[in-house]
């Protein structure tokens, strides 16, 4: 498949082979690891309500999550909001999350004890968490949806697991008001930009 449009929103962002690098995805020398994600960047989108991948300011509420049924289910993303233009770059971008592969990969780096690429961090370097990784390598792929929720709350998944950058582990997901499956939406125009459309 030939890396979707960019659209001029996304402009001012890095490309590798013709894909935006989006602001959290991990960097280590000089080589982008798609599907895995830099804590302190993560961390930043949380604390600071921005945009997982353009690092720009969601001044918009709800907030828009894209979400498996786990963690609808769960009420808790790893992962930052994101305006809806780069929830619909994502979909188009990201085969895994437009549901176009049936299973994760079955060769996935386990980067787990990498020092953090940011230079006077004082964070542990890279952990394992639940997300897309070694474990499920190979594992039959989730379906994904746009999820729309009134709010978040920064918080700690779980206080048993290393700890994350600044203790952030991810987001609390507060009142859900709407989740679509992104296979639902990937053909309809206009995208939706709010839960009720």
Known sequence: MAAPPIPQFLAHLPTRNGLVVPYIS??????????????????????????????????????????????IDEGFSSEPPLHPVCAKYSIQACPMVGGRLATYAKHQADLAGTPCPDLGCSCPGIVSDSGPGPDNA??????????????????????????TVGNITGAVLIGLIKARPVTSITKKEPWPTSPDE
Not at 41 to 61: K, P, Y
Not at 139 to 154: D, G
């Open 26 to 71: 991990l960097e280590l020398g000089g080589r982008v690891h798609f599907g895995q994600t830099r804590g302190i960047r993560v961390a930043e989108c949380f604390v600071s309500d921005l945009c997982q991948i353009c690092g720009r300011s969601i001044e918009r509420r709800p907030y828009l999550f894209l979400a498996n049924q786990d963690m």
């Open 138 to 163: 190979g594992k039959p792929a989730k379906p994904w949806f746009m999820a729309w929720y009134r709010n978040y709350a920064v918080g700690v998944r779980d206080t048993r697991k290393p700890l």
